[in-house]
């Protein structure tokens, strides 16, 4: 069992920088790739990032590229997502979650059996 608690979430401004942690307890974590997701009222969640479980290897989804980092301590069991050069349109809850495996090969919700609870983040002027 895996489960994971967000921070970080806050009123930003655009162009401004948020960083987002996630923490995870259960002996699996190091083994398992991490994502961020995100969720806008209304809208579907949505792939964000996702790291391997080496931290090795990245991929984000197109809207965030070049603008937030996707990064792991294994040591700390924690997972964080850089966020600059906030956007309005990034205002959403943001969720941590485990994959079912090692690699960033896993990009969708239901490649992801473990989710913390979320964190909101809000972009406006």
């Known amino acids: 069992q895996v489960s994971l608690v967000e921070s970080g979430g806050g009123l930003a401004q655009p162009g401004d920088s948020l960083r987002l942690s996630c923490a995870a307890s259960?002996?699996?974590?190091?083994?398992?790739?991490m994502g961020w997701f995100r969720q806008a009222p209304g809208k579907e969640r949505e792939f964000v990032a996702v790291?391997?479980?080496?931290?090795?290897?990245?991929r984000y989804a197109d809207s965030v590229k070049g603008r937030f980092t996707i990064s792991r301590d294994n040591a700390k069991n924690t997972v964080y997502l850089a966020m600059n050069n906030l956007k309005p349109e990034d205002t959403a809850t943001y969720y941590c979650?485990?994959?079912?495996?090692?690699?960033?090969?896993?990009?969708?919700?239901?490649?992801?059996?473990?989710w913390g609870q979320g964190t909101q983040v809000t972009v406006s002027s």
């Open positions: 979650a485990a994959a079912a495996g090692a690699t960033t090969n896993y990009r969708t919700v239901t490649d992801f059996p473990y």
């Open positions: 259960g002996r699996p974590f190091s083994s398992r790739a």
């Open positions: 790291v391997s479980w080496t931290g090795g290897s990245t």
